[in-house]
């Protein structure tokens, strides 16, 4: 199962941009949907994630009053807003999700999430 993300480029300080993440392939009811971002030499973070079942939203402190995680469509499709965006959020962002209801725990950790997306770029620079 691959996840497809996209929407990421080249961005301005203070610029938006808005991440997508399909899952056509998925024939499991997703319950949870996140997304994680990698900078060469340190290890992949957790940005934000949608727990269906709740209808909860979490968010890194470092992304938060920034970006926006949606509902997880009919289509199995997710978003990430992306407001205000700084230099430190330049990385490749990835999608993942799990047929698992994750405790609230494992949400955070990339180990968690069984399936992902082959990663977008984004690069915040003026």
């Known amino acids: 199962v691959q996840l497809q993300a996209s929407g990421g480029g080249l961005v301005q300080p203070g610029g938006s941009l808005r991440l997508s993440c399909a899952a056509p392939?998925?024939?499991?009811?997703?319950?949870?949907m996140g997304w994680f971002r990698q900078v060469p030499g340190k290890e992949r973070e957790f940005v934000a994630a949608f727990r269906r079942s709740t209808g909860r939203r979490y968010y890194a402190d470092s992304v938060k009053d920034r970006f926006t995680i949606s509902r997880i469509n009919v289509n199995s499709t997710v978003y990430l807003q992306m407001n205000n965006l700084k230099p430190e959020d330049t990385a490749v962002y990835y999608c993942?999700?799990?047929?698992?209801?994750?405790?609230?725990?494992?949400?955070?950790?990339?180990?968690?999430?069984?399936?992902w997306g082959q990663g977008t770029l984004v690069t915040v620079s003026s």
């Open positions: 993942a999700t799990t047929p698992s209801s994750l405790i609230q725990s494992s949400i955070f950790q990339s180990a968690a999430y069984d399936y």
């Open positions: 392939e998925v024939t499991f009811a997703i319950y949870v």
